[in-house]
C-alpha cells in the first residue's frame, strides 16, 4: 500500500515531516493541488500563487531524485480536493501525511479529507511543525496563551535552551516508483517567475546559510534602513514552506552560536523575529475569531472609519504625497515585497492618516504580497492600527516625515521608487512639496497634524 504526502505549505524536501514518516513507512508518492478559486478567495496574490506553481515544478524534479513521484493536479476550489481524494482512493493507499494549516477554511477542508479517508480505512497523519515550538505548548501559568510577546518570547527561549530545535534530514532515496495514470487536470505551470525568488531548494538554502553567515552581524543595527540590504529576504519561502523556520533557527545557532546568547546582537535580533512570527500563530490559533477579521481589542469595533475611496486609491497607487508612503507602495507594486519598517509606517498611514479600516490595507496587502501570510499580515495589521494583542498605543502614532528622515536619510530608498524626486535633495526630499513645483510629484493629500488629532479623537471616542 502507498503512503501519500499531501504537500500544501511545506513544499520542501529537508527538514518535512509529512515526507519524512511518510518514507520512513512504506513507498511514497507525493500529491499538491492547486485551488486558484480559494486562493482568489483568501486575496492570494498573483506573485505568491506563481512562486507555488514554479517551486511545484521545481519540486517535482527534486523529489525524483529520492524516487518519489509528484503529482500536481489543477483543482479549483476546496470542494475540488475531495474529487481528487476520492480519485486517489482507486489506488490503494494506506495513509495520507500532511503539515497542519491553522487557518479555519483549511482546517474545515482538511475536517472533510480526513473523514473521507476514514471511511475507506486510510490513515490520516497530520504534524505540527509549522511553529517552532506548536501553537498550544508555549503557555502562561494558567495553560493559556500569552496576549503579550515579551513573556511568551522569555518563554519560547526556555524551552528553546532547554530543548533545541529538531530538524529533519531530507529522506534517503526509495525504489523508484511509477505513477499510475489518473484521470485528474495536470496542474498549470507558472505563468512568469521573477528572477529575485528563485525556486531551487538548494539556492534558497544558500541565501539563508549565507544571511546567517555575514549578514546577521549588523541586522539590529540595519535592518530598518531599506535603502540596505540587510534583511533575510525569506518572508516568501517561509510562507511557501520552501523553507521551515526550524531550519533558520538551526542554521543561526551553527553560524552564530556565540552571539546569540547576547540579548543586544543581530543574531538574538533575528532570532526575536522568528518568534514574533510563532507568536502570531499561536494568537491565531488560541483566538480563532482573528480569522473573520475581527479585532483583538473589542472597543475597536466601535471606531467610525472613514470610506473614502479616492484616499484609498491614492494609497494603493502610492500617490499620497508623502514621499517615503509612496516609494514603499511603490515597491509592494513592483516587486511583491516590501521592507518590514515601510509596512509600519504605511500601515499607520492608512490608519491613522487617513482614518480607513486597517481591513482595507490588510486585504490590499494580501493581494499584492509574495509573501503573504495570514497571522504574520493579521499580526501586523493590528499592531499598527492598535486593535491588537501587544500593539502599539493608539496615541503613539508615527509622523511620515520623521520616519522618513530617521530610516532614509539620503533618501535613496526614495529615489529608487519615486524617480519623479530624484533630482531633489536629501534635505528636501521627506518633504518636497516647497521644491517639487515642476516634478509632477502629487500634493499631500492630507495635513498629518491635523490628521494626527482626528485620529485620538475617533479612538476617545471609541472607548467611551
Ligand atoms: P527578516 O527581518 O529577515 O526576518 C526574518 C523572518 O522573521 C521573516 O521572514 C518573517 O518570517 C519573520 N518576521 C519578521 N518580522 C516579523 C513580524 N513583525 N511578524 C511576523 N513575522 C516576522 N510577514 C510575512 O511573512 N507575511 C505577511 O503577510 C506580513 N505582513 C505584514 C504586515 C504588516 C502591516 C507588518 C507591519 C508586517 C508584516 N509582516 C509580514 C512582517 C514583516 O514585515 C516581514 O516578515 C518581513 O519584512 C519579511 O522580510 P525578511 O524576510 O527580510 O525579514
Redesign the pocket.
Known sequence: ALQVVWLRSDLRCYDNAALFEAMQQGPTIALFIATPKSWQQHDMAPVKQQLIRGRIEQMTQELTTIGVPLLAVEGSDYDSVLTVFTQLLSFNIAAVHCEVEYEQREQQRDAKVQQLLGEHGVKWCRYDRLCGFAPGSICTGDGGMYKVFTPFKRNWLQRYYQQGMTVLAKPKAQAELILPSLDLPVMQPAAELSSDWPVAEATVLERMRDFCQHKVRHYKAE?DFPAIDA?????PY??IGLLSVRQCIKRLELEAAGQLQQADSGAAT?LS??I??DF?KHVLVAWPDLIKHQPFQPYTSAIRWSSDEALFSAWCEGRTGYPLVDAAMRQLNQTGW???RL??VV?SFLVKDLHLDWRWGERY??SR?I???FA??N???Q??ASTGTDAVPYFRIFNPVTQSKRFDPDGDFIRKFVPELANVPAKQIHWPHPVAAGCHYPAAIVDHAIARQRTLELYQDAKS
Open positions: 535592518r534583511t533575510s529576504m525569506i518572508s517561509l510562507a533575528w523575529e522568528l514574533w512570527r502570531y516590501m521592507h518590514n509596512r509600519m500601515a496587502f494580501m504580497l509573501d503573504g501570510d504574520a499580515n499580526g501586523g495589521w499592531w499598527a
